[in-house]
């Protein structure tokens, strides 16, 4: 039993090494951030599954407070709206969840941030190419294969070099709470 938990750990701490190495990419996203709030503008998240409730719990983070009592910050996310999801999803196709709500909402100047571990889902491929459409800018959070996002014009990716998915979501997690971090600094010095 120890040695699985020791081979989890060791996993872990070589993914955050790994990304520890690709850090500039984390400081570009909170200066994309920080920028677009400070334009009056808003962050759409959004993902599926576990990176759904990454997506909710990163706009919680910036609308409520992360580590300071301040204003909130126009985070919204995507995936907690159970009427238009399941009906975009039964009236159109679940492709179209997100990328409707973006086309419905998003402005120029606003930031869209997809979560896929798989870097393939079609619903967040399509809302993130719908965003560019419309003067977005867009980021996304991955895992090791970034092709389809690349092919989607996405402006900056986070990539964690893995394919195991709750290591990828754990990253993901640390990712968010660093970006949440830092545009809370950023904004409210």
């Known amino acids: 039993m120890n040695s699985w938990v020791t081979e989890r750990i ?4 070589r993914l955050l090494q790994a990304f520890e190495k690709a850090a500039v990419p984390v400081a570009q996203a909170s ?3 920080i920028t677009c709030l400070k ?5 759409y998240t959004f993902g599926n599954g576990g990176s759904a409730s990454q997506a909710s719990h990163f706009a919680a983070e ?3 407070r992360f580590y300071r009592d301040r204003p909130g910050l126009p985070a919204i996310a995507l995936v907690t709206d159970c009427a238009g999801l399941t009906a975009i999803g039964n009236d159109s196709d679940f492709e179209n969840v997100f990328s409707r709500q ?11 941030i997809g979560i896929t571990t798989s870097g393939r889902s079609a619903n967040v491929l399509k809302a993130l190419k719908n965003a560019r459409k419309k003067g977005m800018r867009t980021m996304a959070l991955c895992g090791k294969h970034t092709g389809p996002l690349l092919e989607a014009g996405t402006d900056l990716i986070l990539s964690v070099p893995d394919t195991d998915t709750p290591a990828i979501q754990e990253i993901h ?3 968010l709470h ?5 545009v809370e600094a950023g904004l409210f010095p």
């Open 173 to 175: 997690l640390f990712i």
């Open 62 to 64: 910036l609308v409520n």
């Open 10 to 13: 060791e996993q872990r701490l």
């Open 39 to 43: 334009n009056g503008g808003r962050i």
């Open 31 to 33: 200066e994309y951030l």
């Open 178 to 182: 660093m970006l949440a971090e830092r």
């Open 102 to 112: 973006v086309d419905a909402l998003g402005n120029p100047g606003d930031t869209a």
